[in-house]
């Protein structure tokens, strides 16, 4: 089930079954904003899967205006969209969410984008989460490489164009 923080509009998503009770209590992890959240007991997700059956794919980056664009472009695409901004938010949704892809900007405040690529390599969910590394600093086919070996199932430039990231998407996610 996906929800929406009431204070800062971040989107999440969390497992209705996984209680007893017929209400969540949140904290959201982007503005520790507390809040309660109804729960319908005939609701069952899988992970990584919205309940429309959508791949989740999170989309993590620290300018929101690049997220909001991201989103946008992918917004034709049969997904789910979560987003986080910053790396210690992202990793907090991939471990909990297990979306099947991961759009991760390297350059992060908290937890970087190289060191939740490291981390990844020893997550328990690693073969359910693909990564789509980006980069506006870093560019080129050594930088690729660099992501690549260290855990990344590709690599954009964040100047790129709508339709490669759509299709690279697409690519990664079988669509």
């Not at 390297?106 to 073969?127: A, C, F, V, W």
């Amino acid at each position: 089930m996906v929800i929406t923080c009431p204070a800062c509009q971040s989107r999440y998503r969390i497992d209705p079954s996984a209680g007893k009770s017929k209400v969540a209590k949140i904290k959201c992890p982007g503005c520790n904003h507390l809040f309660e959240v109804p729960l319908a007991e005939e609701i069952k997700t899988q992970q990584g899967e919205a309940p429309s059956g959508q791949p989740v794919v999170l989309v993590v980056d620290d300018a929101r205006f690049f997220r909001e664009m991201i989103e946008e472009i992918l917004s034709e695409l049969p997904v789910e969209l979560v987003t986080a901004a910053d790396g210690d938010e992202a990793w907090q949704l991939i471990t909990t969410l297990v979306p099947q892809l991961v759009l991760l900007d390297l350059n992060l405040p908290g937890k970087g984008g190289k060191e939740i690529l490291q981390s990844l390599q020893t997550y328990t969910h690693r073969d359910q989460v693909k990564v789509l590394a980006m980069s506006g600093v870093e560019r080129g086919e050594e930088a690729a490489s660099e992501v690549r070996l260290i855990g990344a199932d590709d690599f954009i430039s964040k100047s790129f164009k709508p339709s490669d990231l759509q299709a690279r998407v697409r690519d990664l996610l079988d669509l």
